[in-house]
């Protein structure tokens, strides 16, 4: 099985900077793209940002010149550095990654998430 475990989470003042991290464990054969998702309450989840294996990135608006997505291909990781934050913000920050498996019929793509970490940003 796979598991995603993210880090970093908290509460922090309106301009502050929070770093997110999450890691990948368990027995796969590569990971693909990875991201990073963010529900707010009574809101749905919206993408943040996302990484492919070959390190080409792509934001969401909301957050373009504030964070900056990165990973490590050897540990199987994926940092958030989320800088200048604003209330908008708060929301319960979700990892995911399509990882590639080994089947007894071939190397398959799945998709995994983390069970979120809250950030909490005051005015």
């Known amino acids: 099985q796979v598991q995603l475990v993210e880090s970093g989470g908290g509460l922090v003042q309106a301009g502050g900077s929070l770093r997110l991290s999450c890691a990948a464990s368990g027995s796969f054969f590569s990971i693909n793209r990875m991201a990073w998702y963010r529900q707010a309450p009574g809101k749905q989840r919206e993408l943040v940002a996302d990484?492919?294996?070959?390190?080409?990135?792509n934001y969401a608006d909301f957050v373009k010149g504030r964070f900056t997505i990165s990973r490590d291909n050897a540990k199987n990781t994926v940092t958030l550095l989320m800088n200048s934050l604003k209330p908008e913000d708060t929301a319960v920050y979700y990892c995911?990654?399509?990882?590639?498996?080994?089947?007894?019929?071939?190397?398959?793509?799945?998709?995994?998430w983390g069970q979120g970490t809250q950030v909490t940003v005051s005015s």
């Open positions: 995911n990654a399509n990882v590639r498996r080994a089947q007894p019929m071939g190397i398959y793509e799945y998709l995994y």
């Open positions: 990484i492919t294996r070959g390190n080409t990135t």
